[in-house]
Each structure stands twice: as structure tokens, then as C-alpha cells.
């Protein structure tokens, strides 16, 4: 595990693990990609009976940049952002579908929390410190961004009055 050394120094505030949705079930996507060729095959036929034989390739790419496409968005749904909140440090790891892990560490007595208003689906996320920000959960819809910045914010209020007590 990442946090073991940390996990039993201190106590965790806040922590959860951010996922992308993920898209449909291989097999159904495989499937919608096979009723889109056999309407793409009888097109490709009634056109070239006509005699527009051309028209052929262009409905083949179609087919590929479809397959293409959920192969693209079903890799991305596999990355993940994983935060943390202890008394002495916000950890963000960001796990990519492909690569190495991104760690950010930044002081959380100093940690501010910023979403973009009104929330829309363009509106960014922000953790800042020290003039340093960092972008969270922009795969997350709007509605899920403005409530892991809600939870965020009081947690990190928490984590600052129990300093004080």
C-alpha cells in the first residue's frame, strides 16, 4: 500500500479515490460496433448496385473510427485520482490509463479550494498552495465536482480547528 508509513503516524482526514465513469460493457459496445457494419454493409451494397461504388471506403472508416473510439474511451475510464488529507499534508496521485503515477504533496493549513462559478461541465476544480494550484476531478461532472469540493472544504475546516483545540 502507498500510505503505510504515513497511515500509521497520522490520521486520515479525508480521503477518497476519483474514477471516470466508465462506458458501456465491452460486449455491448462490440455489439453496437457490429449492428453499425451490418447497416454500413447494406448501404455499401445498395450504393454500389447504383453504381456508386466510391461511397464504399468512406462507410469502411466509419466502422474503424467507431471501434476506435470506444477502445479510446473505455482505456481513459481506467485512470484515477486518489486524495488524501492528514494534518501535515494533502497528497494528490494521479494514476493515468497508461504511465507512470503523478504525486503532489501541498500544505494543507494553506490549502484553498476553488470551483469555478456557476458550475458547468468547463468549470475547473482547483486545490492551491502557496501560489501553486492543481486541478482536480475534471473528468467528474459538474454536480460531483461541486460536492467533492464541498467535502473537501469541510474537512479541511475540520483539520484546521482541531489544530486549535
Same mark, same amino acid.
Given at each position: 500500500?502507498?500510505?503505510?508509513?504515513?497511515?500509521?503516524?497520522?490520521?486520515?482526514?479525508?480521503?477518497?479515490?476519483?474514477?471516470?465513469? /466508465? /462506458?458501456?460493457?465491452?460486449?455491448?459496445?462490440?455489439?453496437?460496433? $457490429? $449492428?453499425?457494419?451490418?447497416?454500413?454493409?447494406?448501404?455499401?451494397?445498395?450504393?454500389?448496385?447504383?453504381?456508386?461504388?466510391?461511397?464504399?471506403?468512406?462507410? &469502411?472508416? +466509419?466502422?474503424?473510427?467507431?471501434?476506435?473510439?470506444?477502445?479510446?474511451?473505455?482505456?481513459?475510464? &481506467?485512470?484515477?485520482?486518489?486524495?488524501?488529507?492528514?494534518?501535515?499534508?494533502?497528497?494528490?496521485?494521479?494514476?493515468?490509463?497508461?504511465?507512470?503515477? +503523478?504525486?503532489?504533496?501541498?500544505?494543507?493549513?494553506?490549502?484553498?479550494? +476553488?470551483?469555478?462559478? /456557476?458550475?458547468?461541465?468547463?468549470?475547473?476544480?482547483?486545490?492551491?498552495? %502557496?501560489?501553486?494550484?492543481?486541478?482536480? &476531478?475534471?473528468?467528474? /461532472?459538474?454536480?460531483?465536482?461541486?460536492?467533492?469540493? %464541498?467535502?473537501?472544504?469541510?474537512?479541511?475546516?475540520?483539520?484546521?480547528?482541531?489544530?486549535? +483545540?
Amino acid at each position: 500500500m502507498l500510505f503505510e508509513m504515513n497511515a500509521s503516524a497520522e490520521s486520515v482526514l479525508f480521503e477518497t479515490t476519483l474514477r471516470p465513469n /466508465p /462506458p458501456m460493457p465491452v460486449a455491448v459496445l462490440k455489439a453496437v460496433v $457490429v $449492428v453499425v457494419a451490418i447497416f454500413n454493409l447494406a448501404f455499401a451494397t445498395y450504393f454500389v448496385s447504383r453504381g456508386a461504388w466510391p461511397v464504399t471506403p468512406f462507410m &469502411g472508416a +466509419d466502422i474503424l473510427l467507431l471501434a476506435w473510439a470506444f477502445q479510446a474511451s473505455w482505456r481513459a475510464a &481506467g485512470r484515477s485520482e486518489r486524495l488524501q488529507l492528514t494534518p501535515r499534508i494533502f497528497r494528490i496521485e494521479r494514476c493515468p490509463a497508461k504511465g507512470a503515477m +503523478d504525486r503532489i504533496e501541498l500544505n494543507p493549513y494553506w490549502l484553498r479550494v +476553488d470551483i469555478e462559478e /456557476p458550475v458547468r461541465s468547463s468549470s475547473r476544480l482547483l486545490v492551491a498552495s %502557496h501560489g501553486r494550484a492543481v486541478q482536480i &476531478g475534471s473528468f467528474l /461532472p459538474p454536480g460531483e465536482r461541486l460536492s467533492l469540493a %464541498h467535502r473537501l472544504r469541510v474537512a479541511l475546516a475540520k483539520s484546521r480547528a482541531a489544530q486549535f +483545540d
